[in-house]
């Protein structure tokens, strides 16, 4: 794989803590960043992110110095977007799975429509992490080129393999990076499936952020302290 820079990166470690219940949530967040996490994703299966804003507001009260995110599912972009302006939250970020990025395509007219509702937004600060060459979405025959479209629209591109827990090809994260470093100096790529403590050191030197659940936690909802931890020291130390 093509190397960006000889000296060890730390990407951000963001756990994606699915939903269950507020207490539930709120507590595996602690978990988290007690582990040494940069912060976290709140998301939900259950059709209710908009009770995620508001639960949002209570986490952050309690970790006011960390970063914390969410991931809307059951919204389109642009509509998940007008939720945040409406009701102003806490929340330094959002991911999408799919903002219509993707190397084939010559309009990108939905990823304009999500800029347009970037722009609205009274948080000029807020972190955009954008799906491309992403899980259960059309196949990317250029990951680099969908990264790069996805930076220079202002985006974090945020890749994955092909399914959830699925590790994707490190050749494939390797072209990713380079297409979006400056001079030789890593760029923004995140990654949101198959990391675990026993690989993270072959991606972590390619990656600014990483979004992982299945290879740190016991169940759908649970972090395993242990993994979590072993996580992040292989990360820092690849």
Request: glycine content about 6%; proline content about 7%; hydrophobic content about 40%.
């Amino acid at each position: 794989p093509l190397m960006i820079s000889s000296t060890p990166t730390s990407p951000r470690i963001y756990p994606v803590i699915h939903h269950l219940n507020d207490e539930t949530t709120i507590h595996q967040y602690s978990v988290a960043v007690e582990c040494g996490a940069d912060g976290a994703f709140l998301i939900s299966h259950q059709g209710n992110s908009l009770d995620l804003l508001m639960l949002g507001k209570v986490i952050k009260a309690q970790h006011p110095a960390k970063w914390l995110g969410i991931n809307m599912l059951e919204f389109s972009p642009v509509d998940a977007l007008n939720h945040l302006a409406t009701n102003p939250s806490t929340f330094d970020g959002i991911w999408f799975d799919n903002v219509g990025i993707h190397s084939d395509q010559r309009s990108l007219e939905t990823t304009k429509q999500v800029v347009r509702a970037v722009m609205q937004l009274s948080d000029p600060d807020l972190q955009v992490f954008a799906g491309c060459a992403f899980k259960y979405t059309k196949p990317e025959p250029n990951p680099a080129i969908a990264a790069l479209t996805s930076k220079l629209f202002g985006f974090i591109p945020t890749t994955s393999g092909d399914a959830t827990g699925h590790a994707p090809d490190v050749n494939k994260i390797a072209s990713m990076s380079y297409a979006v470093s400056v001079d030789g100096e890593l760029g923004n790529l995140a990654i949101a499936s198959g990391m675990t403590p026993e690989n993270i050191n072959q991606y972590a030197p390619y990656l600014s952020h990483i979004l992982v659940s299945t290879g740190i936690c016991d169940d759908f909802y649970h972090i395993n302290p242990t993994k979590l931890m072993a996580l992040i020291s292989n990360s820092r130390g690849a």
